[in-house]
């Protein structure tokens, strides 16, 4: 996280504490009763964040960054916000906010919240079996959470997914909502949000932003088993991702569902080591329907 973003965040939690952001700022030009107040209120905070602070230029930059966020329909929610999903508090280190672009109240429905592991290595069976489970669960009334992991500006990985799954747009052909946890550092979330606004493109064009939410966030790995119920695998080799999102899901004591895999290929090692630990095994599509519920 760039000093900036952490700056950000610490501005977010001095506001709760100070009410006003002027006078945050008045009181932080008196070095000594700036210090007062934060050792009076218990605010921990490191010599170098007292310092940006002191400096006016972090209050020009905050605002301008809100106006910005303001303009393109993206929301900041606080922790201590009503709106702020309620799963997120099982992690150990919480954001102090997120950024949300879409429908707000699909964070903190009781629809059931299922990430469909995917990976660009897939076997052609791995394939075959996520293409016709994640199918099966775009006709159900849940919440279909999809991680994008690479950098905004490589695109092709999402219009790739809106093309495979277009359907999931059209809400005469489906029951489920999404919910995108992208992994974007804040000055360039509004650059984002305005490539899904702006498309020509018939799949984008359609968007029913009604049954879609944008998260934005740099820590994503942790985000994404924290805001889901269960966890799908078709298939998974042994990678780093996988792996800490799936300790972390297991942790909070989330549903793991695994695909059985060929026990010869490394591309099912991981996915067959789970089922090993306890995972529960799925033998066919229908036996999501105990956990979409």
Known sequence: MCIKEFDYYTYLKLIKEFDDSVHIY????????FKQIIDSKKIVLSNEIISKLNDSNLKDYVDKLYDLLSLNSIEIIPIYSEKYPINLLQMYMPPLAIFAFGNIELLNTKLPKIYSYFNKSFSYYGLKVYTAFTNYILEKNCINVIHLKEKHEDLKIFDKYLTNNARSYNPKDTKSFNMFCVKCSIENICD????????????????????????????????????????????????????????????????????????????SYFSNYLIKE????????????????
């Open 26 to 33: 008045q009181c932080s030009k008196n070095k000594y009763l």
């Open 192 to 267: 984002f949000v305005k490539y899904i606004s702006f498309q020509k493109d018939e799949v984008l064009k359609n968007i029913d932003i009604s049954k879609n939410i944008f998260i934005f966030d740099l820590n994503t790995e942790e985000i994404v088993p924290a805001i889901i119920d269960t966890l799908f695998i078709a298939e998974a080799a042994y990678k780093k991702e996988i792996f800490v999102i799936s300790q972390l899901a297991l942790e909070q004591g989330k549903n793991i569902l695994v695909v059985p895999g060929n026990i010869y290929t490394t591309t």
């Open 278 to 293: 306890g995972a529960n095994v799925l033998l066919c599509k229908y036996h999501l329907d105990e956990f979409l519920k």
